[in-house]
């Protein structure tokens, strides 16, 4: 029996719950942090709300966007050409916040991978990257470098 699926199934679990617990050290709950994060990653795109909830796969994104822009993280942008989109823009408070999120992420994947070698956690990412050729956030992110 093939064992594959079941172990990167494993892997996909460890490493979200995992992750999880860690970012809600940051003092907000996982999908705000998380959601603040790609809002720094991505936000000299101009990224919608829309676009942001594809990238989280997170119910309820219209709560998290609406408790960050409360809590003074983010703005909402209309833009001109279409007044249905909105753009999701950080403040100076959410940079801050989403610059510590996204140190504490890299931190996080340092010491979830630390048992790789470099050559290793080189080879992971490419074989990652294969297996979610279709993932809006891995396109995003190829476009990126």
Excluded: W
Excluded at 20 to 33: D, R
Excluded at 125 to 139: A, F, G, M
């Amino acid at each position: 029996m093939e064992q594959t699926g079941l172990l990167y199934s494993e892997f996909i679990t460890q490493y979200n719950f995992e992750l999880k617990k860690y970012l809600t050290s940051s003092g907000m709950p996982f999908n705000q942090a998380k959601a603040l994060m790609l809002i720094g990653v991505f936000g000299e795109e101009d990224l919608s709300q829309k676009e942001l909830a594809e990238l989280c796969d997170t119910p309820a994104m219209s709560r998290v966007i609406d408790k960050l822009s409360e809590e003074g993280y983010i703005i909402r942008e209309k833009q001109t050409v279409d007044s249905r989109r909105v753009n999701l823009e950080l403040t100076d408070k959410g940079r801050e916040k989403s610059s510590a999120i996204i140190d504490m992420y890299n931190d996080y994947n340092v010491g979830f991978l630390s048992p790789l070698s470099k050559a290793e956690r080189r080879q992971l990412s490419e074989i990652l990257s294969k297996i979610t050729h279709k993932s809006e956030l891995v396109r995003r992110l190829k476009s990126k470098k």
